[in-house]
């Protein structure tokens, strides 16, 4: 009973870790509009202070504003983003007969020629292979009403667009009453203790969120504007959704490119135009690299490219779409508290002792 008295601060901790392993095991869908709310009220209230200490603009009109417009780029999603994205992978599908025949042609034909193969692109097997694919995946659901569950995903989706500025909006009027009612809740006799953890992990995940946040918005608008100018259909759509997956290290680059490239070529013109795109990927990663993000973000916070894709692969594995939300928050708690047991530890009687 002593020995439990005195570990109840580890007993304690593991305790809120498997309620909080089994809540978001059990409710993560449902907490989704609650999980991005909190994200969003916790990257925007330091521009929400500045307000009020700059310009003594109140809280409720900051956060309404902010959720206007949170609420104006959720509904681009459904009644923009998403139909452009289709009519481009419409036209991809169409021009697939004449893309194969263009590879055969330009790219199969010369390997060939040089080292004797006898490679080439068939039609119909890419058609059965891609039907083969999409029923495999439609049997993996193994729906019984698939017009009930894509309907229930439909108004997941919508309610989402509506839950999540309204969450917002009462979270960064609230943001302090939740953060005192979280703090009441702390051991009085570990409050010091807590506190200082709890500022480590805040300058961490300030530096990554924050810092990751406006390397995406400047990326998006970077993308949008190039490939506009350079001609590629969508241009804009691409280009924000590429912006957007730069927070994946290199991975959302090349998934990016990828995108990019198969809808340029789904809309060949010349070859000019793909050797821009080439060109206009270069000069974005050289400019989020070496600049925008060691600038914004900085390389002092304890989050490698390697711990990022894995915690995302980790995180959404165990957690779904909730896993991926809550990914990049997880991983930089858990690098603040891996510190912190390490100097624990550095300092205990038992890393001491000689015997």
Same mark, same amino acid.
């Given at each position: 009973m002593h020995q439990f008295l005195k570990n109840k601060s580890i007993v304690s901790l593991v305790m809120v870790l498997f309620f909080t392993f089994v809540i978001l095991t059990l409710l993560g869908r449902i907490l989704i509009p609650f999980i991005v709310a909190l994200i969003l009220t916790y990257i925007v209230n330091p521009l929400v202070e500045?307000?009020?200490?700059?310009?003594?603009?109140?809280?409720?009109?900051?956060?309404?504003?902010?959720?206007?417009?949170?609420?104006?780029?959720?509904?681009?999603?459904?009644?923009?983003? =998403?139909?452009?994205f289709i009519s481009e992978l419409k036209i991809i599908f169409k021009r697939i007969p004449e893309l194969i025949v263009l590879f055969n042609k330009n790219i199969l034909e010369n390997i060939n020629a040089k080292y004797g193969t006898h490679l080439i692109l068939n039609l119909e097997d890419i058609k059965t292979s891609i039907l083969n694919h999409f029923t495999n995946l439609y049997n993996q659901f193994n729906l019984s009403s698939p017009i009930a569950k894509n309907t229930l995903i439909i108004f997941q989706f919508l309610g989402c667009i509506v839950l999540v500025p309204f969450i917002l909006f009462f979270s960064i009027v609230n943001w302090h009453k939740i953060i005192n009612f979280f703090d009441m809740l702390i051991p009085r006799s570990h409050l010091k203790a807590v506190h200082t953890i709890i500022k480590d992990i805040d300058k961490m995940l300030a530096?990554?969120?924050?810092?990751?946040?406006?390397?995406?918005?400047?990326?998006?608008?970077?993308?949008?504007?190039?490939?506009?100018?350079?001609?590629?259909?969508?241009?804009?759509?691409?280009?924000?959704?590429?912006?957007?997956?730069?927070?994946?290290?290199?991975?959302?680059?090349?998934?990016?490119?990828?995108?990019?490239?198969?809808?340029?070529?789904?809309?060949?013109?010349?070859?000019?135009? =793909?050797?821009?795109?080439?060109?206009?990927?270069?000069?974005?990663?050289?400019?989020e690299s070496s600049f925008i993000t060691p600038f914004l973000v900085g390389g002092k916070i304890g989050l490698n490219p390697v711990l990022i894709i894995l915690a995302l692969l980790i995180f959404s594995k165990l957690f779904g779409i909730v896993g991926v939300l809550l990914a990049l928050p997880l991983s930089a708690i858990t690098v603040v508290l891996l510190k912190h047991a390490r100097l624990y530890y550095l300092k205990s009687n038992y890393y001491k002792e000689n015997n």
């Open positions: 500045k307000m009020y200490k700059k310009f003594k603009i109140k809280r409720t009109i900051t956060s309404f504003f902010i959720t206007i417009i949170v609420f104006l780029l959720f509904l681009a999603i459904p009644f923009y983003i =998403i139909p452009s530096a990554y969120l924050r810092g990751q946040l406006s390397v995406m918005i400047i990326m998006a608008f970077y993308y949008a504007l190039t490939l506009k100018v350079a001609g590629l259909h969508g241009g804009i759509v691409i280009g924000f959704i590429v912006g957007l997956l730069v927070f994946i290290p290199y991975l959302g680059l090349l998934s990016g490119f990828i995108i990019t490239l198969t809808i340029a070529l789904a809309n060949f013109t010349s070859m000019n135009q =793909i050797y821009i795109i080439f060109v206009i990927f270069i000069i974005g990663h050289v400019l």
